[in-house]
């Protein structure tokens, strides 16, 4: 089970331990980014074995925003599934999750979604929740793509 992850001093630190995050954004080899859709979990798994046996602890892997909600106000619930299955390799494999999530642009088109909305807030906080440390705070690709275009 992951600890939860803090700053002391100048340092992260776990378990009173100092914490230095060694990882890798993850794509998988066969799916790329259509792994949402051609989903795989035991693939997946042995991904999160490989990382652990590495000695990784931490991966950053992408999310587009329109599977999650492919209309405005309607959510997928097939990939908030998936999301919770990345949360239990997480815990599984000791391994810190670094969502990167995709809003528009190259590889998606949910542009309504720009400001963040709070209802999408809502619906991924409903998944993490309970278990906050073991999920570092997303980070949101293509807005620039967005605000160019306006």
Excluded at 46 to 75: I, T
Excluded at 104 to 112: K, T
Aim: no cysteine; aromatic share 16%; charged share 20%.
């Amino acid at each position: 089970m992951l600890t939860p992850v803090t700053l002391s001093d100048n340092y992260l630190a776990t378990a009173g331990r100092r914490f230095i995050p060694i990882g890798v954004n993850w794509v998988p080899a066969r799916a790329a980014m259509q792994w949402p859709y051609e989903w795989d979990p035991a693939s997946i798994e042995a991904d999160f074995g490989q990382m652990r046996d590495l000695g990784l602890n931490l991966v950053r892997f992408d999310l587009v925003w329109q599977w999650f909600e492919p209309r405005p106000g309607q959510y997928n619930e097939e990939a908030f599934r998936q999301f919770d299955f990345f949360v239990e390799m997480a815990h599984r494999y000791s391994v810190y999750l670094n969502p990167n999530f995709f809003i528009g642009g190259q590889v998606g088109d949910a542009y309504w979604d720009v400001p963040i909305t709070l209802r999408f807030a809502n619906a991924l906080a409903a998944i993490v929740i309970s278990r906050p440390m073991e999920v570092g705070y997303p980070t949101l690709r293509q807005v620039e793509g967005y605000l160019g275009s306006q």
